[in-house]
């Protein structure tokens, strides 16, 4: 694997010329609380039949969330009669599923990025990420937006000229295929706990709690890789997950139509938002590599099975809600949707990028016609170096300490909203999300408080909101 390791400079007397009081740990927790262990064995034991039973409503109960659980009680249904009525395990769904995420590992892995030597602005090829808490940086190849253009090529050539296969062929094949990502979860995420053990890629970048049940699902290794460039949670994170997002939208619109003979305006705005949504991830592969998820967790079951199963079915139920109920909303309604989904969009991407120029520049910049203010801080890594930090207090990242996540949670309600008030279903989103994002900050900032100690203290008194001024 190819790193480098940067280290403090030591000055003359063989002493580091920066100081911090002590060293900080950081990084996913070391010891496990009773709490986190009964959440770690909830998550593990019901998410499953979470992501089944939001399935299984759509498919079998016009998408009502209690209406299952009412025949239930009626004793009109029972448990081994809704299993029997759900499509089974198929090998055609596996077939589909082993080509496409063949096709993803071939991209990732063989098709190095070009895309940035024409795009102007856009960054990809070989690229820096962060420094792990054992102090190494990972060099990735950031091809994302190559892929996703490449295999929406592919899907609309297919749709209009080739006929190799039918655009509905996701939601036809929809809960086999679900069967096919449980296992392809459970697969990588158990070898990369195995691997952990007998080989890992980074011995020192390793966190063994102590409990099995938290290790495999948080996972023990930061960056585990199987040769030079396959990183576990680049890969995954973003392919094939994120990648399928946009075609499993497509497969729904394709859907729409060919039951209704037309595809309503919700539908459209379902696909718009996500997909800007999508594009986004992928124009900015390069500075995701600086985000939580490769910064701080490590490759578990929690990001292997959440990515290869919960993203792409519980971050798509609009779409499918709108095959089973197509809501064709007034010009009023679809317009509100549409500015609130820009809006969040514009508030996430321009507090990202503030925070981007700012790490680019080092502080030297200007935001909103004023030169950057900010913190700054000093911490340690595992391997004894030390490291100078700052904290940006300018711009949105003055107004809360996670202005971001607000724009985030701002677009996901405008996807839940596309669908009308007629079900609960379609906002399941806006509730895991809230829950997400406010546990990532109480989170992201325990960690912060760790690693940076009483610098975090003067950011917070500088900044003292997270996600709403004035009440959060």
């Excluded at 659980?69 to 009626?74: P, T």
């Excluded at 960056?223 to 497509?250: E, M, Q, Y």
């Excluded at 724009?407 to 509730?431: E, N, Q, T, W």
């Amino acid at each position: 694997m190819e790193t480098t390791r940067r280290r403090a400079q030591q000055a003359s007397n063989g002493k580091a010329s920066e100081h911090v009081e002590q060293s900080a740990q950081w990084g996913r927790a070391w010891e496990v609380d009773w709490f986190s262990l009964i959440s770690v064995v909830g998550l593990l034991i019901f998410a499953p039949f979470i992501v089944f039973y939001f399935v299984m409503a759509c498919d079998q109960f016009e998408c009502s969330v209690s209406e299952p659980l009412l025949q239930l009680y009626r004793g009109d249904v029972n448990l081994l009669s809704i299993w029997a009525r759900a499509p089974s395990f198929t090998w055609t769904a596996a077939k589909i599923y082993a080509i496409w995420v063949g096709f993803q590992v071939f991209l990732y892995l063989c098709v190095p990025d070009v895309t940035h030597k024409f795009i102007p602005g856009y960054v990809g090829g070989v690229q820096d990420g962060a420094r792990t808490p054992a102090g190494l940086i990972n060099k990735y190849e950031i091809n994302g937006l190559q892929c996703w253009l490449i295999t929406h090529a592919l899907w609309f050539a297919n749709a209009h000229y080739f006929h190799w296969f039918s655009p509905t062929i996701i939601f036809d094949n929809w809960i086999p295929l679900m069967w096919c990502t449980n296992l392809l979860g459970y697969a990588v995420s158990t070898f990369a706990f195995v691997k952990a053990y007998i080989f890992p890629t980074n011995p020192e970048d390793c966190k063994f709690t102590g409990n099995v049940f938290y290790n495999y699902m948080m996972g023990i290794e930061f960056n585990p890789r199987i040769g030079k460039w396959f990183d576990f949670k680049l890969f995954f994170n973003g392919r094939p997950g994120i990648v399928a997002w946009t075609l499993i939208n497509l497969s729904y619109m394709s859907k729409q139509q060919e039951l209704y003979g037309t595809v309503t305006n919700s539908m459209i705005l379902v696909n718009i938002l996500q997909g800007i949504y999508v594009l986004d991830f992928f124009w900015n592969e390069a500075w995701y590599l600086k985000t939580i998820d490769i910064c701080h967790d490590h490759f578990g079951w929690y990001l292997g099975w959440g990515d290869c199963v919960w993203l792409p079915y519980l971050y798509t139920l609009q779409g499918l809600y709108l095959v089973y109920h197509p809501v064709q909303l007034s010009d009023a309604h679809a317009l509100a949707v549409l500015l609130l989904g820009l809006l969040g969009y514009y508030i996430f991407r321009s507090t990202n990028h503030q925070k981007d120029l700012f790490r680019r520049q080092d502080g030297s910049c200007t935001i909103w016609g004023r030169k950057a203010s900010f913190i700054e801080c000093s911490y340690r890594s595992a391997d004894g170096g030390l490291h100078r930090s700052k904290l940006l207090t300018s711009g949105f990242w003055g107004v809360a300490r996670h202005f971001n996540y607000t724009g985030d949670l701002m677009g996901s309600l405008a996807y839940c909203a596309a669908c009308g008030f007629g079900h609960i279903l379609p906002y399941f989103y806006i509730v895991y999300m809230t829950i997400l994002l406010v546990h990532r900050c109480v989170r992201d900032e325990h960690r912060c408080s760790s690693k940076y100690g009483k610098d975090w203290k003067r950011y917070t008194d500088a900044v003292p909101y997270r996600l709403i001024p004035g009440v959060f």
